[in-house]
């Protein structure tokens, strides 16, 4: 059984391709990646800001706003949230501090 997440991309997948007059991810997928990238900046703000102020609900719903707003430059650049599980996986056990040096970018 699929959980939110996956059902979430699926719905994104799905209307990526439709009408921009009727659908939001539409209407975001048409304006190109950089504004669906310029469109999570700002939901990544918001997140932040919600942090600071230590305000619960408002983190909770910006961070929902920051997840969908990933989901979609994911699907756009043709990659899915098992591409992120399998790094994160791939990244398990091992210090983050090592990860990080072991980049080569």
Do not use: C
């Not at 921009?20 to 975001?28: D, E, G, N, T």
């Not at 983190?59 to 949230?81: C, K, N, P, Q, W």
């Amino acid at each position: 059984m699929a959980d939110s997440l996956d059902a979430l991309e699926a719905v994104i997948r799905e209307r990526r391709a439709g009408d921009p007059a009727s659908s939001y991810v539409a209407r975001l997928t048409a304006k190109g990646r950089a504004k669906i990238a310029q469109k999570l900046g700002e939901e990544a703000v918001e997140t932040v800001i919600a942090a600071i102020e230590d305000d619960k609900a408002a983190l909770t719903s910006e961070a929902a706003d920051l997840i969908f707003h990933l989901a979609v430059l994911l699907a756009d650049a043709g990659l899915s949230l098992d591409d992120v599980r399998a790094e994160l996986a791939r990244r398990e056990g091992v210090s983050g501090i090592d990860e990080k040096a072991g980049r080569t970018n």
